[in-house]
C-alpha cells in the first residue's frame, strides 16, 4: 500500500524557518521524482519545489527559489522541504508527490498546514 505522510507544519512568525518532512512507503522511492505543492484557501494547488530520483536536481518555483531547499535521502524514503524566510504569503496546505515512469504512478500525501504569521 503506497504511503506518503507528510509532518512538521504549523505556525510560524514571518522570516522564520520551518521543514516540512515528507515520508513515503510501499514503492520503490529511489525510482520517483519528489517534489512539493501548495495550496492556499481560494487557489489553486500550485508547485513548489521538485527532486529527481537518482541525480538529485532540483527545481524550484519562482517564488520560493532562494528561500526552499527540497532534499532526499533514499534510504530513508523521506524528502523534505526546508522552508526559511518564510512570508505571509507562504501559508497553505504542502502536499507531498511522489511521480513514477507514468500517469498511473502518481502519488500524493493527505497534507500539512502551515500558517505564516504574527
Not at 522564520?16 to 514503492?27: E, R
Request: charged fraction near 15%.
Amino acid at each position: 500500500q503506497v504511503q506518503l505522510v507528510e509532518s512538521g507544519g504549523g505556525l510560524v512568525q514571518p522570516g522564520g524557518s520551518l521543514t516540512l518532512t515528507c515520508a513515503a512507503s510501499g514503492f520503490t522511492f529511489s525510482n520517483y521524482a519528489l517534489g512539493w505543492y501548495r495550496q492556499a484557501p481560494g487557489k489553486e494547488r500550485e508547485f513548489v519545489a521538485a527532486i529527481h530520483s537518482y541525480g538529485g536536481s532540483t527545481v524550484y518555483a519562482d517564488s520560493v527559489k532562494g528561500r526552499f531547499t527540497i532534499s532526499r535521502d533514499n534510504a530513508e524514503n523521506t524528502v523534505y522541504l526546508q522552508m526559511n524566510s518564510v512570508k505571509p504569503e507562504d501559508t497553505a496546505v504542502y502536499y507531498c508527490n511522489a511521480a513514477g515512469p507514468g500517469p498511473e504512478y502518481d502519488y500524493w500525501g493527505q497534507g500539512t498546514q502551515v500558517t505564516v504569521s504574527s
